[in-house]
């Protein structure tokens, strides 16, 4: 199964079940993301980091109240707790009348391509050179 599949799926399932718990409906997101970094001062390297990072988000309706909670952590533990705490919520704050989810006939369909993310991370060779390039041009300015 593909990322993507097994994101929907869990996505899909944690809506399901925050119906379960007492949540009128439920809206989630899942992002995932990476990062690649490189600092050097002097011709000399300072840092190297790459990160990597997966995040949800579930917001539940009650009625006209509605939490929204988020996690990093996505063991079925975290979830069920993630579940729990969102629906504690929605039920404790006060209602609000423009709270509820868009309608579907309202959504975007088609979608632009905005090249928004490059798939392809770069080396950390690369990463140096760069770096190596950019302050080499700095310093070349009196």
């Known amino acids: 199964m593909a990322a993507n599949d097994a994101s929907l799926d869990l996505l899909i399932d944690l809506i399901a079940r925050a119906k379960r718990a007492g949540a009128d409906a439920a809206d989630a997101l899942y992002a995932e993301g990476v990062s690649v970094s490189h600092s050097q001062r002097l011709g000399k390297t300072e840092k190297l980091e790459r990160a990597e990072g997966r995040d949800l988000g579930l917001r539940v309706f009650i009625g006209k109240r509605q939490a929204i909670v988020a996690s990093s952590?996505?063991?079925?533990?975290?979830?069920?707790?993630?579940?729990?705490?969102?629906?504690?919520?929605?039920?404790?704050?006060?209602?609000?009348?423009?709270?509820?989810?868009?309608?579907?006939?309202?959504?975007?369909?088609?979608?632009?391509?905005?090249?928004?993310?490059?798939?392809?991370?770069?080396?950390?060779?690369?990463?140096?050179?760069?770096?190596?390039?950019?302050?080499?041009?700095?310093?070349?300015?009196?």
Request: hydrophobic share 50%; aromatic share 2%; glycine share 2%.
């Open 73 to 142: 952590d996505q063991s079925p533990k975290a979830l069920a707790g993630l579940i729990e705490r969102a629906v504690a919520m929605a039920k404790a704050v006060p209602e609000d009348p423009f709270c509820g989810l868009a309608d579907p006939d309202m959504l975007a369909r088609d979608f632009p391509a905005l090249d928004l993310a490059d798939p392809n991370e770069p080396a950390p060779e690369t990463l140096i050179a760069h770096a190596k390039a950019a302050e080499e041009a700095a310093l070349a300015v009196k």
